[in-house]
């Protein structure tokens, strides 16, 4: 295999002791070309096995649930672009009445909602579940059974979804759902419901997908693959992830709050009351607009390692690359009110989003021209994935462009609501996400199926595609220009639009065509596996290309440069052989190396669980939960909700067992513990990542709160006496306090059995003097006359106390949960993962209890 220009830093690890402690110097020993026992494979296979038949169902590898994921965002696409056929042959003439106005609604709303939602962010989070594993040499994700349920709940929740627009109850008020035609006033029966409650459902199981990868990313890496050689894609699913983290509590909190003011008559966006609507759009807009880099910086992640193939060359500008991948999805973030120029904003706004939404254009471009330097450096062969690379290049520029053109805000009056906004969309969404994606398709196909898909209907789909698009959406800048308006269901003829339209239309059906031969290919090339499979088809670098099976690699290799399988030509038959670290299961158990964040130092043995029927169970009934809500069924929603956290809290309950082994050899005389706890263990960093997804929902709940009372100062009302105020703070220090104290047992006993009951009582009282703190909360705004359905205030207060007491909820089946596996003589340390993630989270809730109590009662104060 020919090789590129490489990094030669191998040598850089050696001779040095890491502020962890480990000894590089062991590093010399690998590979080791000593013997292997004889069947060490046939054990990996045996512990690494999946179930068969319907046992399916409860497996968690992700060479299964990466496939499941992928299959089932693409499927949404095919539904969402079905969708998107029926509204071009509405449009296709004047006049038409090939829809009605209320079905044309459902099929517009559900085809954003789709793609974006079902389509677009899970597509690219399933394919990082797919592809990280092996690109890092892990045996498999930290989680795997979160990613179970993650791919599970969104599965379900996603076709219970879609299954509404059978029977006309679809969400009629376009994607971004703007009140107030989607209050109870306007739209009284459940479509918007349907909206509400099962997007906020699915965006949690993204959230939970974003937690499985950012922990995935920074701690399974195999060893010396420092944060200097992670593939690109690594890279961009690190930003996607936390992007998600930041930006996705703030959906789920504006779809809750619509949610409570169509149910319970909440003034959170009633301007007669306190409310107004545009809260609304700040909180659908702080998502919105970062989602389209969410989408595409995993999408320029793959561009990233599929360029650099194609050439047969190194990436110009890595650091580059990636100082661009953060630099956008920082800026991304000053953006989101770029979709409300018209709404009226001060000229400072505008002024301000107006350079945010231009800014946010230069690290993309870095990043596009690296990869046309790459191009021009290397020697491309013009194969299928490099037809889509370069074709994605050109759309992307053309779709950024007029991302330009709109971030000026004269031009944007102009503009907005119109079919230029529904071309630049498109442009950019398909030229940085569904083109990549196709490039992908064919790179990556050779993972996990036994055949390649054929070259020559690649090339055949890839013209058709982007013929179709630019057939399709380049009218549209005219027809947009000439006045037609987004969202509309047909138009009067002789304004010059019937043949635009007409061409249009004409376009998405030659896409559809391109589309078509690609599942006529997959139907007759497409076989999967997990073990023979049909191989590196491109000639790739990075370590996903290294012989695989169910257990990943058979050897985790010494990471020394940026493309190893370029670098060391021996790698593939070094690990083949078990030649590095892990070569056999440690302890007969599924396992992995759990390595440092920076310089991925092997630090401990990670005890992995294998398949189970309670993620698919949790995700199934939370599901029911979410939907019966939907249709006010609530005591059976109650009785689900019940029966999924049961689920969830037994599939939880292996997961931190203890064993009598309490070390492992990982190869050539290398000891690691098995499990840890406290701030290097990866439950630890799990945690840390939910506590800043609840603290969003709490930072942007504050932030409606405070939004609220500089719009109507008039409706607001004085908060409770200083001494009510003072008891709540003094209940929520001592819950902090027995969080701490709680700590420090854990701490006292390092390697032991916890004598007597105190920890996890310590815990339960943490839990209970936070409800306490929250029913004296609420005792003092009712007795201070404040209501929730008259005021914006009342409102918003009540919803912060609702969200602590939910947190609350929560934190007092942990220490129940806690004290069970206390009573089973189960608290052992030094891992007692469980013990520790409890008494972190009690802690954390009395923070943000403190937090919201303070914040509410001194802005504006008495």
């Given at each position: 295999m020919s090789t590129g220009p490489l990094d030669r830093t191998q040598g850089a690890m050696e001779g040095r002791t890491s502020e962890t402690g480990f000894d590089h110097e062991l590093y010399r020993l690998f590979p080791t070309h000593r013997p292997r026992p004889e069947g060490e494979v046939e054990e990996l296979e045996k512990i690494w096995d999946n179930p068969k038949g319907w046992g399916l169902l409860t497996v968690v590898n992700n060479n299964y649930i990466g496939f499941f994921?992928?299959?089932?965002?693409?499927?949404?696409?095919?539904?969402?672009?079905?969708?998107?056929?029926?509204?071009?042959?509405?449009?296709?003439?004047?006049?038409?009445?090939?829809?009605?106005?209320?079905?044309?609604?459902?099929?517009?709303?559900?085809?954003?909602?789709?793609?974006?939602?079902?389509?677009?962010?899970?597509?690219?989070?399933?394919?990082?579940?797919?592809?990280?594993?092996?690109?890092?040499?892990?045996?498999?994700?930290?989680?795997?059974?979160?990613?179970?349920?993650?791919?599970?709940?969104?599965?379900?929740?996603?076709?219970?979804?879609?299954?509404?627009?059978?029977?006309?109850?679809?969400?009629?008020?376009?994607?971004?759902?703007?009140?107030p035609l989607t209050s109870i006033a306007y739209s009284p029966e459940i479509n918007t419901d349907f909206y509400l409650l099962g997007i906020g459902f699915i965006e949690i199981s993204a959230i939970a997908g974003a937690i499985e990868i950012i922990v995935g990313v920074l701690r399974t890496r195999a060893p010396g693959m420092t944060l200097d050689r992670m593939p690109m894609f690594a890279w961009a699913m690190l930003v996607f992830a936390v992007m998600i983290v930041i930006a996705f509590p703030s959906i789920i909190l504006g779809t809750l709050l619509l949610e409570l003011e169509r149910a319970f008559n909440w003034p959170f966006f009633d301007p007669t009351r306190g409310g107004d609507p545009l809260l609304w759009q700040h909180l659908f807009w702080f998502f919105g607009h970062p989602e389209v880099y969410i989408i595409f910086l995993p999408a320029a992640g793959l561009m990233s390692m599929m360029v650099a193939t194609i050439a047969r060359t190194e990436l110009v500008g890595y650091r580059l690359n990636v100082l661009a991948l953060v630099a956008t999805g920082f800026i991304s973030f000053g953006v989101w009110a770029h979709h409300m120029f018209a709404t009226g904003m001060p000229r400072v706004s505008t002024g301000y989003f107006s350079a945010?939404?231009?800014?946010?254009?230069?690290?993309?471009?870095?990043?596009?021209?690296?990869?046309?330097?790459?191009?021009?450096?290397?020697?491309?062969?013009?194969?299928?994935?490099?037809?889509?690379?370069?074709?994605?290049?050109?759309?992307?520029?053309?779709?950024?462009?007029?991302?330009?053109?709109?971030?000026?805000?004269?031009?944007?009056?102009?503009?907005?609501?119109?079919?230029?906004?529904?071309?630049?969309?498109?442009?950019?969404?398909?030229?940085?996400?569904?083109?990549?994606?196709?490039?992908?398709?064919?790179?990556?196909?050779?993972?996990?199926?036994?055949?390649?898909?054929?070259?020559?209907?690649?090339?055949?789909?890839?013209?058709?595609?982007?013929?179709?698009?630019?057939?399709?959406?380049?009218?549209?800048?005219?027809?947009?220009?000439?006045?037609?308006?987004?969202?509309?269901?047909?138009?009067?003829?002789?304004?010059?639009?019937?043949?635009?339209?007409?061409?249009?239309?004409?376009?998405?059906?030659?896409?559809?065509?391109?589309?078509?031969?690609?599942?006529?290919?997959?139907?007759?090339?497409?076989?999967?596996?997990?073990?023979?499979?049909?191989?590196?088809?491109?000639?790739?670098?990075?370590?996903?290309?290294?012989?695989?099976?169910?257990?990943?690699?058979?050897?985790?290799?010494?990471?020394?440069?940026?493309?190893?399988?370029?670098?060391?030509?021996?790698?593939?038959?070094?690990?083949?052989?078990?030649?590095?670290?892990?070569?056999?299961?440690?302890?007969?158990?599924?396992?992995?190396?759990?390595?440092?964040?920076?310089?991925?130092?092997?630090?401990?043995?990670?005890?992995?669980?294998?398949?189970?029927?309670?993620?698919?169970?949790?995700?199934?009934?939370?599901?029911?939960?979410?939907l019966a809500l939907t249709v006010q069924a609530y005591a059976f929603s109650a009785f689900a909700g019940v029966v999924a956290l049961a689920c969830v809290l037994r599939w939880l309950w292996e997961t931190d067992r203890p064993i009598q082994q309490q070390t492992a050899d990982i190869g050539a005389g290398i000891v690691v513990p098995i499990g840890i706890t406290g701030p290097s263990g990866h439950g630890w960093w799990a945690l840390n990542t939910l506590i800043v997804v609840m603290g969003m929902i709490v930072f942007m709940a504050i932030f409606s709160y405070l939004y609220l009372y500089g719009i109507n100062p008039d409706v607001w009302i004085a908060p409770p006496g200083l001494a009510q105020t003072a008891g709540i703070v003094m209940c929520l220090l001592l819950a902090l306090g027995s969080a701490w104290l709680s700590?420090?047992?854990?701490?006292?006993?390092?390697?032991?059995?916890?004598?007597?009951?105190?920890?996890?009582?310590?815990?339960?009282?943490?839990?209970?003097?936070?409800?306490?703190?929250?029913?004296?909360?609420?005792?003092?705004?009712?007795?201070?006359?404040?209501?929730?359905?008259?005021?914006?205030?009342?409102?918003?207060?009540?919803?912060?106390?609702?969200?602590?007491?939910?947190?609350?909820?929560?934190?007092?089946?942990?220490?129940?949960?806690?004290?069970?596996?206390?009573?089973?003589?189960?608290?052992?340390?030094?891992?007692?993962?469980?013990?520790?993630?409890?008494?972190?989270?009690?802690?954390?809730?009395?923070?943000?209890?403190?937090?919201?109590?303070?914040?509410?009662?001194?802005?504006?104060?008495?």
């Open positions: 994921y992928v299959a089932a965002a693409f499927l949404f696409f095919l539904l969402a672009g079905i969708l998107a056929l029926g509204m071009r042959v509405q449009l296709a003439a004047p006049m038409q009445e090939f829809l009605p106005p209320d079905t044309y609604n459902q099929f517009f709303t559900m085809h954003g909602t789709v793609m974006m939602f079902l389509f677009a962010v899970p597509m690219v989070e399933a394919i990082g579940i797919m592809l990280l594993p092996q690109m890092l040499a892990a045996r498999d994700l930290p989680f795997p059974r979160l990613s179970a349920f993650a791919f599970w709940a969104y599965f379900v929740g996603g076709l219970c979804f879609f299954a509404s627009i059978f029977v006309g109850l679809a969400p009629d008020g376009g994607w971004f759902m703007y009140p945010a939404s231009m800014a946010v254009s230069l690290p993309a471009g870095i990043q596009v021209f690296c990869w046309i330097a790459t191009l021009a450096a290397g020697k491309i062969r013009w194969s299928t994935p490099a037809l889509f690379v370069v074709g994605s290049i050109m759309i992307f520029v053309m779709g950024g462009l007029s991302g330009v053109m709109v971030g000026m805000v004269p031009f944007d009056w102009q503009a907005h609501d119109t079919y230029f906004i529904v071309a630049h969309l498109h442009y950019v969404l398909l030229g940085g996400m569904v083109f990549p994606m196709f490039a992908a398709f064919y790179y990556w196909n050779g993972m996990t199926s036994r055949n390649a898909l054929s070259e020559r209907l690649g090339k055949w789909v890839f013209w058709l595609m982007f013929t179709g698009l630019h057939i399709t959406f380049l009218p549209m800048h005219l027809t947009g220009l000439m006045g037609m308006p987004r969202r509309v269901y047909t138009y009067l003829p002789d304004r010059g639009l019937d043949l635009l339209n007409l061409v249009s239309t004409i376009g998405a059906f030659v896409i559809a065509a391109g589309v078509l031969l690609f599942l006529i290919d997959l139907a007759r090339r497409f076989r999967f596996t997990t073990d023979q499979d049909a191989g590196n088809t491109y000639g790739g670098g990075t370590l996903e290309w290294l012989p695989t099976g169910m257990y990943s690699t058979r050897s985790i290799p010494l990471v020394k440069s940026r493309e190893p399988l370029w670098d060391d030509p021996h790698i593939c038959d070094d690990v083949k052989e078990g030649r590095y670290f892990l070569p056999n299961s440690a302890t007969g158990l599924r396992e992995t190396i759990i390595t440092s964040p920076i310089n991925a130092e092997p630090q401990y043995l990670q005890l992995m669980p294998g398949p189970s029927p309670w993620p698919v169970s949790a995700a199934v009934f939370t599901a029911a939960f979410f700590r420090r047992i854990l701490a006292s006993k390092p390697k032991a059995t916890f004598p007597g009951q105190g920890p996890w009582l310590m815990a339960a009282v943490g839990a209970c003097l936070l409800g306490g703190a929250i029913w004296w909360d609420w005792r003092g705004w009712s007795g201070a006359g404040l209501d929730p359905t008259a005021s914006g205030q009342g409102a918003t207060v009540f919803a912060l106390l609702a969200f602590q007491a939910c947190t609350a909820v929560i934190a007092a089946i942990m220490a129940l949960y806690l004290g069970y596996r206390s009573g089973r003589g189960l608290l052992v340390a030094p891992a007692s993962v469980t013990l520790d993630i409890v008494v972190r989270f009690i802690g954390y809730a009395a923070l943000q209890g403190l937090a919201v109590a303070l914040v509410v009662r001194l802005f504006p104060g008495g």
